[in-house]
């Protein structure tokens, strides 16, 4: 069949897998003109009391209600299921649905919890949403490819293996851009998915249909990936958090990867969620079940716990800009509004010269590209699928020879070792940069990744925050009169900027570790958000 057919029939397929019971009243979907729609469920009079009460309810809390017998594993598992149907409607969000699988496994786990008294594992009955390219045995994995349609996988991604045997329930996949190589998620197979907050506002890639799901209320904890920022971009444009971890800390066996093979950059795996404390307790989770012993590449790190008192003091480096692309008016207040905040509460503050990032950013393009296309063209061309206009790179690279790559190698691990040199000189505990340089943008204008990037070839890990800042039409209007484009990337950033359109916008900042130190990480986020939180 040729690609549109394919990806029209998948689309229906997905489409008659949602209950009719669920699907929501034409008469009562928002207009295409409501661009903000977070508050759809709450306001639709679609959904019980009790379903709007699970949905809104922290992950931990779902998980002790479920350990009291307060609620269900099933009635939770349906409230969701119910939940992400509308954020589909609305946002295009999902890949996968399986709720037959995922109510039949609650009413398992509700029927052991009856017999014995006790919960099966530390997210007994948890609905979990993971991204496309994690395999569940029976289910495509399609990662925006039409060819990859109707092939259902064989077997389960290590990540979902641990996930089922911590108890919790899998009951929907979410869109992806295709090859997981674009900064928003759109695809020939299922289009766009759009933020829910703002629909006319992209939610960012390649987890954005996660990010998406999430920010509508249709999931508490997703499990997303990121080789370049696709965890902490979509993460950032629709004020989530999410953590990007050091390879090695988590499972990311048996997922399906456009470039598998491709080790010059590694691609991870993270949890996004509403709070940090969610993300803090995913993680912990998952590492405390020790992973190494099922993924061949993971580390034999245990949980390392980090206690910060109320008045630690931090030395944290600024990165105010990265030479390349100067953050939008929204983004550049809430880093100096943060920065004003965190000395005011102690910390001790530099700046941080940018120096090296537009060599890496090179490297990574050199890298990524490294087989001139072929690992995407060889999953376009059985279908006669077109490469999209954001993959115009993939479709033009030309192939490095192996030498070539070695050396590319080589000059990766020199500015490696010159940025952990200048680390370990400054003496700081963390860096703190934009997470990208939007607070929100239109649909297909995302236009840049380096502040993200940059980490996945340095393997830091890195945490995408909301820094408690919104966006507003009348402050951050227009760029500074004096501001000169650093770039071409610059200039066509600053043409595309509306303070209009990004009004009412949370922003995310990011705060980056040492490698293989999520704990320390995660626990100076926690601190540096309780100083925002007291300085508000």
Request: aromatic share 8%; proline share 6%; net charge negative.
């Amino acid at each position: 069949m040729a690609w549109e057919l394919i990806a029209a029939t998948k689309r229906q397929a997905l489409k008659e897998a949602i209950p009719a019971e669920w699907v929501t009243p034409a008469d009562i979907l928002p207009s295409e003109d409501q661009l903000d729609v977070t508050s759809f469920s709450k306001e639709s009079g679609f959904f019980t009391k009790e379903e709007l009460d699970i949905t809104s309810t922290p992950a931990l809390a779902i998980l002790s209600n479920l350990g009291s017998g307060l609620w269900t594993a099933e009635d939770v598992t349906r409230a969701f299921c119910k939940t992400a149907t509308a954020a589909q409607q609305l946002t295009n969000c999902l890949s996968e649905i399986f709720f037959d699988k995922a109510i039949a496994r609650a009413k398992e786990l509700d029927a052991y919890f009856q017999q014995t008294g006790k919960t099966k594992g530390p997210l007994h009955g948890l609905p979990v949403s993971i991204k496309d390219n994690f395999n569940i045995a029976g289910h495509d994995s399609t990662i925006g490819f039409t060819s990859l349609v109707n092939k259902p996988a064989t077997h389960n991604s290590v990540i979902v293996d641990m996930l089922l045997e911590a108890g919790a329930v899998l009951y929907c996949k979410t869109n992806v851009s295709t090859a997981m190589m674009i900064s928003e998620s759109v695809n020939n197979v299922f289009g766009r998915t759009v933020n829910p907050r703002c629909r006319k506002l992209t939610t960012g890639g390649s987890s954005g249909g996660e990010a998406a799901l999430i920010a509508f209320g249709g999931s508490r904890i997703g499990v997303g990936s990121d080789i370049g920022g696709s965890l902490r971009i979509p993460a950032a444009c629709t004020g989530l958090f999410t953590i990007r971890p050091s390879f090695g800390r988590l499972p990311n066996s048996l997922a399906r990867a456009c470039l598998e093979g491709q080790e010059s950059v590694n691609g991870v795996i993270g949890p996004i969620a509403p709070t940090l404390e969610e993300i803090v307790f995913w993680t912990k989770t998952i590492i405390s079940q020790q992973p190494w012993r099922q993924d061949p590449k993971c580390l034999p790190i245990p949980w390392r716990p980090v206690e910060m008192k109320q008045k630690t003091s931090l030395k944290i480096a600024i990165l105010w800009n990265d030479g390349i692309v100067t953050p939008t008016p929204p983004v550049s207040r809430a880093l100096r509004e943060t920065v004003e905040k965190l000395k005011a509460a102690g910390h001790e503050i530099l700046p941080w010269n940018a120096t090296g990032h537009l060599e890496m950013l090179g490297l990574l393009q050199r890298m990524f590209l490294a087989d001139g296309g072929k690992s995407v063209r060889e999953l376009l061309e059985p279908t006669g699928e077109p490469f999209r206009p954001e993959m115009k790179m993939w479709d033009e690279a030309a192939e490095m020879s192996v030498y070539d790559l070695w050396q590319t190698h080589r000059s990766r691990n020199a500015l490696c070792k010159a940025y952990l040199r200048r680390w370990n000189d400054s003496g700081i505990d963390a860096l703190l940069c934009p997470a990208t340089p939007y607070s929100g943008v239109a649909n297909g204008k995302f236009a840049y990744a380096g502040y993200t990037c940059v980490f996945n070839l340095l393997d830091y890990p890195a945490v995408s925050f909301p820094c408690g800042v919104v966006s507003n039409k009348d402050i951050d209007t227009a760029y500074d009169d004096a501001h000169q484009p650093l770039s071409d990337w610059d200039a066509q950033i600053q043409r595309d900027y509306s303070a209009d359109l990004v009004h009412g916008m949370p922003v995310n900042l990011q705060l980056v570790g040492r490698r293989l130190e999520e704990e320390a990480v995660l626990a100076m986020t926690d601190l540096v958000l309780n100083d925002l939180a007291v300085a508000a």
